[in-house]
């Protein structure tokens, strides 16, 4: 089997991830239209590189595949980093490759079960995100979640010729209603 089922939510589930599918990353990392939103734009991954980058990933239990219940096919990552166990706080992260599989309410599903995994199953009590200015559905999808703006860090991030801000977001236990 290539993917295992950790997270369970309706229309898909989040596994361990493949170190198999070193192929796919290097498509959705080079493609020029997904770039900009992933800070990968101005970035070059060969296939040998993902190779090594996605066996250290396999390895360090915060990167889980986002696979499709229908058809068992990876759509994307999503990701629990940067956990401090003392204040209880991670950062969460998420890419959807396949430009098919965006705006179907994947991303939604996907943050809603990561959410209730960091919660309740890692017993954290404060998420933050980072979002570009210009990444609207990813500004909705988080406002719509109960996600708050925490912080910006003006013209941070370059890219397509102009400065953008970087967005923090953040969502404390206390405010979430599942």
Sequence with gaps: MKYFRKINGNGLYLSPLNTEDFDLYCKWLNDPDLGPFIDTASKIFSIEREKEVLAKLANENSYLAIVLNEND?????????????????????????????????YGSEV??????????????????????????????????????????????????????????VELL?????S
Excluded: W
């Design 73 to 105: 096919e990876m759509i994307g990552d999503c990701s629990v980093m940067n956990i401090d166990t003392i204040s209880r706080s991670a950062e969460l992260g998420m890419i959807i490759g396949e430009k098919k599989n965006r705006n179907n309410g």
């Design 111 to 168: 943050l809603k079960i990561l959410i209730q995994y960091c919660f309740e199953i890692l017993n954290l009590n404060s998420l933050y995100g980072r979002i570009f200015d210009f990444n609207i559905p990813s500004r909705k999808l988080c406002e719509k979640i109960g996600f708050k703006e925490c912080g910006v860090r003006h013209e941070a991030y370059y890219v397509n010729g102009c400065y953008h801000d970087e967005i923090f």
């Design 173 to 177: 236990r206390r405010n979430y209603h």
